[in-house]
């Protein structure tokens, strides 16, 4: 049985496909600079991980410092506050800051809605709001094109 996954290599089916395709960092709180138990981290990861395949279905480019961050400062090759500095820059050039439940109890989540609002980066903090956030996006769209 031959089960060979075929996948498009012209980089032009791809291009079209990113044009409607919005960048959103999904951020949560998760480690607390390493200050929460394994088990409390553990359950954070699994939620933000839940979030961006959430948002990765609805057809969002995901980032989330999940993924990003917390490899390399649990082997300290980054520290936290590189992490965040990182992870600002980030958010400066997406679309929409999705913030998980819990958010406000976090450090680092702190700084990066303060960061986002005096940034002018889009907000939301829920999956219904994203929605929102696209259907004005493309509206706006319209209007100028």
Known sequence: ?????????D????????????L?????RYSDAGTL????TKKNQDNLRYHSAVFSNLGWAVISPIEMD????????MNYEDCI?????IIKRCDVLFLAPGWE???????????ALENNVATIF??????EFVDGMWSRVDEVG
């Open 70 to 77: 917390l490899w390399a400062y649990r082997r300290n090759l």
């Open 24 to 28: 959103i960092y999904v951020g949560g």
């Open 85 to 89: 500095a990182k992870d600002l820059v």
């Open 37 to 40: 138990s394994e088990t409390e």
């Open 11 to 22: 980089v032009s089916f791809y291009k079209e496909r990113i044009k409607s395709m919005p």
């Open 1 to 9: 049985m031959n089960t060979k996954t075929t996948f498009r290599t």
């Open 126 to 131: 829920d999956h219904m709001s994203a929605k």
């Open 105 to 115: 109890h976090g450090t680092g989540t702190k700084i990066e809605h303060s960061f």
